[in-house]
Every structure is written in structure tokens, then in C-alpha cells.
């Protein structure tokens, strides 16, 4: 009996392997090789068309002396710093709300997750639109406040807001399905016994709901952090990078450095500094959100 | 038994699955193969170029009418949207390598130097294609290190653009130096309390800052083109100018113009009194015909009447990996070195040619809209030839030249920051020998 499971265990086991294998092999084949390539490739100076010969630790020292990729290390940490928290308190709510069992609360759902479909591009191009300082929806409508809004867009103070804002419009939406499906797989039973305790609805939220969530949660935040960093189409379409740089990110950098001046080995060394740093920041929030505790 | 045969059909799928990842390499070498043709055969020759809808038709009648004049050369159009990167792919791993590409001229600097384009010195020789016939600056950015790589296929350059009705209503007429301009454009100006209703002159784009520097006597590079040379009084001329406008006259505001396009264009609709654009929006100009009648002249001179404008353009070149570079050479003088075959062109795409016999027809001569152009391109200088140019435009000076519109910068902050980063990146950017 129990040799016959051990046996089946190891058949199991061999046919996993055979089932991962062609997976295995993409990932290694896109993912594994290009990035060892890249690790290569920001030790050379090679530009794609006529050179590729060892530079040591050039492309390095280089990077630590350029002021303007800095520049766009603080702006995107700027945006994460606030948009991370804000994504995740938003999507939360959002998702509160949308657990309630009322009638027509599915199309509050769909259209709550609706600005997710649109593509990043076309979704920026129609806020341009109504961020625009004189013909704008947003301050037309500020305008019946007699507010005169600023040129969001154009303003280095108003610029990171207004990608912030955009960016969490059309992520909000897909982080609050992932917590809907969350809540609901927090067992009943708890909110019961608290309840039969006496516990407030704060407490039940503090001391049940939260907990439950952390595993969500910290796939959620991770993400966001990962895309936070990598911050490129919205503010490639919305800004350009613009005004006096406030707005312009490693990736904006690394793609021109790349692709427009043909200096493949110095934009990968930015990218691979850029996921050095995304790692950090993926490990602090591990730890704050004690990911690899279990959930009681 | 029944396991292995499992086995072995996921085996096959994984072998399958590598195999097609594998089989785009072989058929893009036969195809390769394929291109060498026999003696009687036409040869083929594969023309890329990124225009698509209209400039795609535009392209394809100047291949067809190619095509019907000879029957030893069969060109065909092919569409790359995405061209430079396919280029660099080609020139890298293989692949069949186009024998022209529709260049856009200022990247020659960039390119040229990692020797991917076919010199043509040998062949404007062997055919005694006349150089003083072509515009001189337009073949000089196509030029690197004393060779010539291909031929200019148009020249464009901005000039001033003023709504007609918007200038008689104020009374002014289209200024040619820069006191009358900032007069004009205060006169058409008109605010509704805080809301901006029409802008009297554009003040959009930051990188029109080489064309007032050179009105006002400047070069953007110093003789030796390594370094930035507008940290001076000439450069503080221009951000005078620029700060009297935006901030004493009000004539703009920053941002006026974003995302508004075509249809919603700020001059179509009436919005904007004057601004600095070039050919390319003429067609879409005319398009609204009796709703916008607008005019034309040579950008306003400077303080001490010197005259400004930056000249761009595309032409064709041959790439190195081009099998065959004498044909597509053929093409290239067809096309760019022929009086009737340029205007042809400038025809059909309305847009100015390279060449300047073509030029000397009544189409152009003639028309109030073409004439401030051509006489615009007497002066128009292009842009500084440098691999590093654009990068320090764009992430060097600009960036800067905004934070000094709103106030965030005095005007020689502005200049020194731009001049400290912009050294750097033409350093950083420079040819590596």
C-alpha cells in the first residue's frame, strides 16, 4: 500500500517536470538569456551596428556621474511614494464597496474596472484632453467654482500629480478585482465570532479583514512598485518627460540611450541598476507587509 | 506502454514548439538567396521608408513611374514602421538588408560613422551629378567625414505663419523684425479674464530655441562642434525676448497648445495669431480653406537683422549591405537628381526637393505660400552635426529653458545649467574613434 503510493508520488513528480519543461525552457530562452546577455552587454560599449569590445566597470562609473538618471530616480520614487499607498488605500475601498450583495452591483464592478481595458496610450491621449488648460473638461469645471485651474500638464508642480492621478485611474480598477476576490475568501466564521465578542467593525477590519489580506496585499503592492518603477507610457504620452525634466523616467532614459543614440551597453547598465533598485524596494516591502509570515 | 507514449508526444510538442521558433531563420537566408538574380532578370530592389496612408501612395508613384521608365531595375515599396530598428536588425543578425532607405537626414551624423551607408562619391562622379545643383546644407548633414552618403529628397524649414483676419482686425501688418512681432502679437492677443481666448504668437516648443539664436547673431555649437556655445549675451537676448512675451506681454500661456491637433488645431481655429511652422502644415492648412486665410513670410530678423531658421529634411541612402547599391544608385539619381522627376515629386507630396532646378518652376515661384519658404531656405542652416546634438537639445537645454518659463530659473541660471549639461552630453554622445 504505502510502496504503491511512494511510487505514484514519483511518477507524479517525473510527468510535473515534463509538464513544466516547455515553460521552463520560453522563460529561459526570453527571459534567463536576455537578461544574462544584458549583464554582458553593460560591461562593453556595444552600439548594435559596429562595435562590441570590453569596458570594464566604464559604463558604471559613467552612470554614477550622470546627473539627469539620478534625476529620474527621484522623480519616479516621488511617484511611487505616492502612488503605491494611494493605490492600495483606493483599491481597498473600492473593493469594500463593491463587496456589498446589492442589486446592480456587477455593473458598479464593470464599470469601476472599465478604464483598465483602454490601452495606457490611448487613455493618456484623451486625458491630455481634459486636463487642457483652457478648453479642459476638469477646469471648465473648476471654472464654475471661479477657480483658474493650472496648466496640469505643462506646470513642473502640477505635472507628477497629474501622471499619479491617470496612472492610478487606470490601475485601480484591476486591483480591485484581486481584492474582491480576497475578501471573499476571508472565511465567514471570523467575522461571526467577533461579532458574537462584540468586536466594532473598525476592529473586524483592523483585526480580521487586514490580516487576511496580507498575502493580497503584498502581491498587490509588489506590482505596483515593479510598475511604479518602470513608469514609461503615461508619462511618455502625457509630458514627454517635461517640464524641466520633473517628469522623466529611468526606462524614458534607457530606451533613448538604447535605441535612439545607440548606446546599448550604457542603457543596460541603467536597466540593470534600475532592477538592482526595483529588487530593493520589492525586499522592504516584503518585510513590511511580512509576507512570509502565514496568515492566521 | 501507455506512458511512454506520453512521454513522447509532450517531447514532440516541446521539439515542435523549438522548431518553430527556429524556422523564420532559414527562410528569411533563402529569401536572401533568392535576391541575386540572373543577367536578363530585372533586378529587384527592396525601398524602405516609414510613411504610411498618403506618404505610402506618394511613394508608390514615385516607384511605379520608376518602374514604367526602364525595365532593368524593378523597385518595390516596403513599409517599415518601425524602420530604424528594423534596419539595426538587419545590419546585426543577418536578414535581407533593404538597398534604400528614406533617411531622415540629421541622424546621418549618428550612423554614418558606424560605416552602415554606402559612400555615393564614386557614382555622382562616374554620372557628373553637379553638387551646386542640390542645396548645399542639405547635402552637408548627409555627409560625414569628407564622404557624401545619399542625396536630399526634400528641404523644409519654418517660417511665419499669421492668420490674415486676426491682423487686419488689429490693424497690424506681418512683422519682419522682431519689435514688430512682439507689437503684433501683443495687438492680436485677447484674455477674457484669466482664460486666454486668442494667443498672439506661439510659444509651444522650447526647441525653436536654436532658430531665435541664430536671429539674434548665435550658433548653438562653438567652431569645433563639441561644445555649447549659447551661455552668452546672444543667448540672453533670445530668453529676454522670450520672458517679454510670455511674462510682460502675455501673449501665451504655457500649455495652451497641448494635445490640440488637426481639426482642433490652435491656428485653424482661430485661437492663435501667429506662429513659426513649417511646409508640412500646409495641406492641412488648406484643408479649411475659406474658414482660415492665413499668410506666410520669412521668419522676423533680429535685434541687428540677422536671419534664422533651422533647415531639415529626408533624403535616401544605400545602405553597406545593399547587394545592389549600383541599381538602387540609379533609383536615387532618378529620383533626387532629375528636374522633372524631383518636381514630380514635390508635386505629389508637396513638399520642397533637394533640387534646385526643380525648383525654378512656376509651381513654386509663384505661389504666395511656397515663395517665403524658398526664400526662407536661402539662410536656413541645419542643425549642428553632432551625434550628441539632439540629446543635448532635448535633455540638456530645453528642460532648462522650461523651468526658466515659469519662473523657477533666472534667465543666466537657465543658460548655465543648459551650457554644464549639455557640455556633458555632447561628451557622453560623442563618436567614439
Known amino acids: 500500500m504505502l510502496a504503491s503510493i511512494g511510487k505514484l508520488n514519483r511518477h507524479q513528480e517525473k510527468m510535473a517536470y515534463v509538464f513544466i519543461t516547455p515553460t521552463l525552457l520560453l522563460f529561459a530562452i526570453f527571459t534567463v538569456i536576455p537578461v544574462v546577455m544584458a549583464l554582458y552587454l553593460s560591461f562593453t560599449n556595444y552600439d548594435v551596428l559596429s562595435r562590441m569590445d570590453w569596458v570594464a566597470l566604464d559604463n558604471y562609473q559613467r552612470l554614477f556621474k550622470d546627473g539627469l538618471y539620478w534625476t529620474t530616480f527621484k522623480n519616479v520614487i516621488f511617484y511611487s511614494i505616492i502612488f503605491v499607498p494611494l493605490n492600495i488605500l483606493l483599491s481597498l475601498g473600492m473593493a469594500m464597496l463593491m463587496n456589498f450583495k446589492r442589486f446592480g452591483i456587477r455593473l458598479f464592478r464593470t464599470m469601476n474596472y472599465l478604464p483598465t481595458l483602454t490601452s495606457a496610450v490611448a487613455a493618456a491621449t484623451v486625458w491630455i484632453w481634459l486636463l487642457h488648460p483652457e478648453f479642459g473638461l476638469v477646469n471648465n469645471m473648476l471654472g464654475w467654482f471661479g477657480i483658474t485651474g493650472p496648466a496640469w500638464l505643462a506646470q513642473t508642480e502640477t505635472a507628477m500629480p497629474s501622471i499619479i492621478m491617470v496612472t492610478l485611474w487606470q490601475s485601480i480598477g484591476s486591483n480591485m478585482v484581486i481584492y474582491i476576490a480576497g475578501l471573499q475568501g476571508v472565511p465567514d466564521y471570523l467575522y461571526e465570532s467577533a461579532k458574537l465578542d462584540g468586536a466594532s467593525a473598525f476592529a473586524r477590519f483592523r483585526y480580521i479583514t487586514w490580516p487576511q489580506l496580507r498575502p493580497t496585499t503584498f502581491l498587490i503592492s509588489t506590482m505596483a512598485i515593479i510598475g511604479a518603477l518602470q513608469l514609461f507610457d503615461q508619462a511618455f504620452v502625457l509630458t514627454q518627460g517635461g517640464p524641466g525634466n520633473v517628469t522623466k523616467t529611468p526606462v524614458y532614459l534607457i530606451y533613448q540611450q538604447g535605441f535612439k543614440q545607440l548606446q546599448m551597453g550604457y542603457a543596460s547598465a541603467q536597466a540593470f541598476v534600475l532592477a538592482i533598485a526595483i529588487l530593493i524596494f520589492s525586499l522592504i516591502n516584503m518585510r513590511i507587509n511580512k509576507a512570509e509570515e502565514p496568515v492566521v | ?433
Not at chain 2, 523549438?18 to 529587384?44: F, Y
Open chain 2, 1 to 433: 506502454m501507455k506512458k511512454w507514449a506520453f512521454m513522447m508526444l509532450t517531447a514532440l510538442m516541446m521539439v515542435s514548439l523549438l522548431a518553430g521558433c527556429g524556422s523564420k531563420g532559414t527562410d528569411s537566408n533563402t529569401a536572401a538567396k533568392g535576391g541575386v538574380s540572373s543577367s536578363d532578370e530585372p533586378v529587384e530592389l527592396a525601398f524602405w521608408g516609414d510613411w504610411a496612408g498618403e506618404g505610402q501612395k506618394q511613394f508608390e508613384t514615385m516607384v511605379d513611374a520608376f518602374n514604367k521608365s526602364q525595365d532593368k531595375i524593378r523597385v518595390k515599396y516596403v513599409l517599415q514602421q518601425d524602420m530604424i530598428t528594423k534596419f539595426m536588425t538587419t545590419a546585426t543578425s543577418g536578414g535581407e538588408a533593404p538597398d534604400l532607405v528614406f533617411w531622415d537626414r540629421w541622424r546621418t551624423s549618428l550612423y554614418a560613422p558606424k560605416n552602415v551607408f554606402h559612400p555615393i562619391d564614386e557614382f555622382m562622379e562616374q554620372d557628373q551629378i553637379n553638387k551646386d545643383d542640390f542645396y548645399g546644407e542639405a547635402l552637408k548633414e548627409l555627409s560625414y567625414d569628407g564622404k557624401l552618403y545619399g542625396l536630399p529628397l526634400t528641404v523644409d524649414a519654418r517660417a511665419l505663419f499669421y492668420n490674415k483676419k486676426i491682423l487686419d482686425e488689429a490693424g497690424v501688418t506681418p512683422p519682419t523684425n522682431w519689435d514688430e512681432l512682439e507689437q503684433a502679437a501683443t495687438k492680436t492677443t485677447k484674455w477674457n479674464g484669466s482664460k486666454l481666448e486668442v494667443a498672439g504668437f506661439s510659444l509651444a516648443d522650447n526647441g525653436l530655441f536654436n532658430m531665435y539664436l541664430q536671429q539674434a547673431g548665435g550658433q548653438m555649437l562653438d567652431e569645433t562642434e563639441t561644445k555649447t556655445n549659447f551661455n552668452n549675451e546672444k543667448g540672453l537676448e533670445v530668453l529676454d525676448f522670450w520672458d517679454l512675451l510670455l511674462n510682460k506681454d502675455k501673449v501665451y500661456k504655457i500649455g495652451f497648445e497641448q494635445g490640440l491637433g488637426e481639426g482642433t488645431d490652435a491656428f485653424v481655429t482661430g485661437k492663435l495669431a501667429m506662429q513659426y511652422t513649417g511646409p508640412w502644415m500646409l495641406s492641412t492648412y488648406k484643408k479649411y480653406g475659406k474658414d482660415l486665410d492665413f499668410g506666410i513670410v520669412t521668419p522676423p530678423v533680429g535685434p541687428n537683422g540677422d536671419k534664422g531658421s533651422v533647415m531639415g529634411g529626408l533624403g535616401l541612402v544605400i545602405p553597406e549591405g545593399s547587394k545592389h547599391q549600383k541599381e538602387a544608385w540609379e533609383f536615387m539619381k532618378w529620383w533626387a537628381a532629375n528636374k522633372d522627376n524631383a518636381l514630380l515629386w514635390a508635386k505629389t507630396s508637396l513638399n520642397i526637393p533637394g533640387f534646385k532646378p526643380a525648383i525654378e518652376d512656376p509651381f513654386f515661384q509663384e505661389d504666395p505660400l511656397w515663395k517665403p519658404f524658398l526664400d526662407t531656405l536661402e539662410f536656413a542652416k541645419i542643425r549642428a552635426q553632432h551625434p550628441g546634438y539632439s540629446v543635448m537639445e532635448d535633455d540638456g537645454l530645453i528642460p532648462n529653458l522650461e523651468l526658466f518659463q515659469q519662473n523657477k530659473l533666472s534667465k543666466e541660471e537657465a543658460l548655465a545649467k543648459s551650457q554644464q549639461r549639455g557640455d556633458q552630453l555632447l561628451q557622453d554622445n560623442a563618436v567614439v574613434k
